[in-house]
């Protein structure tokens, strides 16, 4: 069973232009729980649907969270109701913490590349590292000048320092700047990195292309690339528990697919980048379209998410 925590919104204030900023304190004289750098929550909104966001703030801190919300031009409703819908003194739902983006506990320095509303989470990772004292680079790109989010804690001394502020490149530029960032770490440095799917994408074939370790590599993704060559073909789905079998068409996802038959499976992200629908798989091929699983995760073909992944066999056999 979820554990959900109930908060409300203390403040909310335009960061950029296109970035509200929510501090989520909670609703009783309780405190939140602890965070650590990198993590995110899902809140549950008043118009039911869940979306995940990056804690800026902490870590440690458990007297409110603060999060940052993206206006997105092709919205579901979802960042378009964080923005228009919800007010100081509102109340909303959110889970526990949890983070798949942590800082690692054995590298010689960490590089922190974030691509516009990416720095939420690299924020909070580089806040922990500075009262660690530990060697650490950020990398900001952004569009212009006043889409620089944060731009207050950024020029904070303890911060300040170890930035390196990008505004306005091409993508060209970026990919030489990243380049260049990348291949002059040393060899026990960890990437971080953050931002729209195409920009990380960029920055971690860089780093594969520079030999660095799969190990070495951390990302946090906002949404699934779009591959177009995914097969939209029918396929079969077999919920060996529930003794069930149903047939996913060409355009529906697994996850649409079982809840017709009535088997319902827990989902939040549906973009396949949160990895609450992750599920064992049985026999049969994922074809695996999600950002949540690694390369080598994938490679097992054991597990799939899902909201997005579909079949590169013609029957597959999940353990639902």
């Known amino acids: 069973m979820v554990h959900l925590v109930k908060v409300r919104i203390a403040r909310a204030w335009m960061e950029t232009p296109d970035i509200r900023v929510l501090e989520l304190a909670p609703q009783e004289a309780v405190a939140l729980p602890m965070v650590s750098a990198g993590s995110h929550i899902d809140v549950h909104m008043p118009n039911g649907l869940v979306r995940q966001y990056s804690i800026c703030n902490g870590p440690g801190g458990t007297g409110f969270y603060r999060i940052a919300v993206k206006l997105e031009a092709r919205s579901r409703g979802g960042s378009r109701s964080m923005h228009q819908d ?3 003194g509102d109340a909303l739902s959110i889970s526990q913490p949890r983070n798949h983006f942590a800082l690692s506990e054995i590298a010689g320095e960490h590089l922190l590349v974030a691509g516009g509303i ?9 806040r922990a590292l500075a ?30 320092k170890h930035l390196v502020l990008h505004t306005g490149l091409s993508a060209d530029q970026t990919a030489m700047e990243l ?29 594969v292309a520079a030999g ?14 779009v591959d177009e060559t995914v097969s939209k073909g029918a ?20 996850v649409a697919a079982l809840a017709r038959d009535g088997i319902n499976v827990d989902v939040s992200c ?13 026999d049969g091929t994922p074809d695996h ?6 390369d080598a995760e994938k490679a097992r073909n054991d597990r799939m998410c899902l909201c997005v992944s579909r079949a590169r066999s013609a029957r597959l056999v999940l353990d639902l």
Request: with cysteine.
């Open 270 to 282: 549906e973009q396949g980048v949160c990895g609450t629908c992750l599920t064992v798989v049985l």
């Open 235 to 254: 396929f079969e789905v077999e919920a060996r528990r529930t003794g069930r079998t149903v047939s996913v068409a060409a355009d529906e996802t697994i």
């Open 86 to 88: 919800l007010e100081p």
């Open 212 to 225: 660095w370790a799969p190990e070495r590599l951390h990302r946090e993704y906002f949404s699934a690339l």
């Open 289 to 294: 379209q999600d950002m949540y699983l690694t």
């Open 131 to 160: 009262e660690r004292g530990s060697p650490f680079r950020l990398i900001y790109f952004v569009r212009g000048p006043e889409h620089v989010v944060f731009n207050d804690a950024l020029s904070d001394g303890r911060l300040a």
């Open 179 to 207: 380049t260049r960032d990348i291949v002059s770490s040393g060899d026990n440095s960890h990437l971080y990195v953050c931002g729209p799917a195409a920009f990380m994408e960029a920055a971690l074939t860089i780093a």
């Open 118 to 126: 990416g720095i939420t989470p690299i924020l909070a990772m580089a």
